[in-house]
């Protein structure tokens, strides 16, 4: 059975919904039940928003966030949160993408983290940044494990 005693975003009515400032404190995470095998945990957020740090108009976007996880999970419903804090926050696409991407890795230590950021055009130009994260503790052979069910899981998603 997971243990949910951590978490107080999940299943709480109360919520509030803060739309800029990200801040990783919101992120709550659980422990990963399944440390035996590498395993793929797909996050896709399709209505990612924030702000143009020059002119202030709206940027939208696609998140995806794909990480094998070590000994924690990060809870989606803060997740969901955690992005929507980027509404009104002012920042470039790529830091934006890194932003998460340190946040995440910072909070749950994954084996490997991969956040893909898929802007609509602006400007006649479509930013996609990429970024990914390892844990240091990965030799060869384990990292060449997770290529693979990243790959496997690359093919079987909808992207």
Excluded at 30 to 57: A, K, W
Excluded at 89 to 97: I, K, L, N, Y
Excluded at 112 to 119: A, I, N, S
Aim: net charge negative; hydrophobic share 35%; aromatic share 10%.
């Amino acid at each position: 059975m997971s243990d949910t005693s951590g978490l107080t975003l999940l299943g709480n009515s109360g919520t509030k919904f803060r739309y800029e400032n990200p801040s990783a404190e919101i992120l709550e995470v659980f422990g990963n039940q399944h440390r035996d095998s590498p395993y793929v945990i797909g996050l896709d957020c399709f209505e990612f928003t924030s702000l143009c740090p020059m002119t202030g108009q709206p940027d939208y976007g696609k998140i995806w966030i794909d990480y094998v996880p070590d000994e924690l999970c990060v809870e989606s419903k803060s997740l969901k949160l955690y992005l929507v804090s980027y509404r009104n926050h002012g920042a470039f696409h790529e830091d934006c993408v890194n932003t998460i991407a340190n946040d995440v890795a910072e909070k749950i230590r994954p084996l490997y983290l991969r956040v893909f950021g898929d802007f609509n055009v602006r400007g006649g130009i479509a930013i996609k940044p990429l970024v990914v994260r390892k844990a240091p503790k990965l030799d060869a052979e384990d990292e060449a494990e997770i290529r693979y069910r990243l790959e496997t899981f690359d093919r079987l998603s909808r992207r």
